[in-house]
Structures are given as C-alpha cells and as structure tokens.
Nanobody, 124 residues
Framework: QVQLVESGGGLVQAGGSLRLSCAAS??????MAWFRQAPGKEREFVAV????????YYADSVKGRFTISGDNAKNTVYLQMNSLKPEDTAVYYC???????????????????WGQGTQVTVSS
C-alpha cells in the first residue's frame, strides 16, 4: 500500500521559514512534487523534483524563495520555504508519480498518489 505522509507545517510570521517533509512508502516513483490549496481556490502546483538527474521545476510564485530537495534512497522529499508571505497560506500536499513527462510535470492529474496535506499559515 502506497502512503505519502507530510509533516512540518505550522504557523509562521511573514518573512519566516518552514521546512516540509514528505515520506513515501510502498513503491518508488520517478518524480515527487508539492501542491497547495488555499481556501476557496483550486489546488495549484508548487514544485517538483525528478529523481533521475535531480532536476527541479518551480511555480513562478515561489521561485527564488522555495527549494525542493529529496533523498531518493529514503523516498523522501522536502520543501524549504523561505521569505514566506501571507499569500503562501494553504494546505500543502505531497504528490508522487510513477511516470511523468516534462511538459506535464506541473499538472495535478498527472500525479497518482497524494498525501493528506499539512497546513501552512503565514501571518502578516
């Protein structure tokens, strides 16, 4: 049984930092990603890492502030979030895909497995 378990969310002031973790079990994946969903909004792509080669890709809204990294051997992915803004407030979800193409790596429907989400709240 595949499981993705996120941790590390919480409340932080604007300008602060948080680090999210996602541990996967049950199988290996080609890519792991982070999405987020703010109240009343659709779930949106944040960042993805491809295990082979370690390439990463970010949404424009987080580029330069967030860093995705991971440990392939542990099937664990991290999201280091710096310079947080109130608009980063959302539930953050970890996602994993067995096979994914570069043009669609930001597309929600391409990811087969999801975690339960962890709340990140940034106060102004």
């Amino acid at each position: 049984q595949v499981q993705l378990v996120e941790s590390g969310g919480g409340l932080v002031q604007a300008g602060g930092s948080l680090r999210l973790s996602c541990a996967a079990s049950g199988r290996t994946f080609s890519s792991m990603a982070w999405f987020r969903q703010a109240p009343g909004k659709e779930r949106e792509f944040v960042a993805v890492i491809r295990w082979r080669g370690g390439s990463t890709y970010y949404a424009d809204s987080v580029k330069g502030r967030f860093t995705i990294s991971g440990d392939n051997a542990k099937n664990t992915v991290y999201l280091q979030m710096n310079s947080l803004k109130p608009e980063d407030t959302a539930v953050y979800y970890c996602a994993a895909a067995r096979v994914i193409t570069l043009p669609t790596r930001h597309v929600r429907s391409e990811y087969e497995y999801w975690g339960q989400g962890t709340q990140v709240t940034v106060s102004s």
